[in-house]
């Protein structure tokens, strides 16, 4: 095998961890503006949003909280892994309530 078959299955060791920065970056950047979104149209529209898709209005605010703070944390490097595996978790379920159709989905499923 030569050398140009070996480095052609390899990483960039120079610049992949610029790559990893920069992902890191942006999907931080994106939760942190998410969450300031709710407070910018006043908390009482994200709270209107969660009653009208059967979710209390009461976790408004740890939704905000949780937004921003793991944000933060994937921003800087602390437990990023962690923090959006959380955000993935978090995401599924807004996909779930969101998702075209899927409030007759749970109708049906609370009448049977």
């Excluded at 529209?45 to 909280?65: C, D, K, M, S, Y």
Aim: with cysteine; proline share 4%; charged share 15%.
């Amino acid at each position: 095998m030569d050398s140009n078959q070996k480095n052609c299955n390899s990483v960039d060791s120079i610049l992949a961890p610029y790559g990893l920065l920069i992902l890191r970056l942006a999907i931080g950047v994106d939760w942190i503006v998410h969450a300031l979104l709710k407070t910018s149209r006043g908390m009482e529209t994200h709270v209107a949003l969660l009653e009208r898709n059967g979710i209390p209005g009461f976790l408004a605010w740890p939704t905000f909280t949780a937004e921003l703070t793991l944000g933060i944390m994937i921003v800087i490097g602390f437990w990023s892994r962690q923090a959006a595996a959380f955000l993935l978790v978090f995401l599924l379920v807004v996909v779930w309530i969101k998702w075209p159709g899927a409030e007759s989905t749970r109708a049906e499923d609370a009448s049977s």
